[in-house]
């Protein structure tokens, strides 16, 4: 999982301020921040997607099942993309 830190956000400007004690060595460089929500929304996303890659990689229908197999496969990838469009 990925490191968070408290911070503040101004809910006028956007500004981002989350202060931590120095030690005398700091150097302020440029970052991208992306809020937590949506990490753990596409965080969410990539796992159901891993899953319905990883049937695709470890199954192997019976071959007269394979044409239900793929629908199935096909069916749960679209529900997955319809509830998060790609842009």
């Given at each position: ?7 503040w ?16 060595v ?26 319905v ?9 019976k071959?007269?099942?394979l044409g ?20």
């Open positions: 999982m990925a490191e968070t830190i408290e911070g956000r101004c809910i006028g400007c956007g500004k981002v301020d989350a202060p931590r004690p120095c030690i005398g700091c150097q302020d460089e440029r970052v991208e921040l992306v809020l937590a929500e949506d990490y753990a929304e596409l965080a969410w996303r990539v796992e159901q997607l891993e899953g890659l990883a049937l695709i990689a470890h199954v192997t229908p071959p007269e099942r239900a197999s793929w629908l199935a496969l096909q069916a749960r990838a679209r529900t997955l993309l319809e509830k998060n469009p790609v842009p």
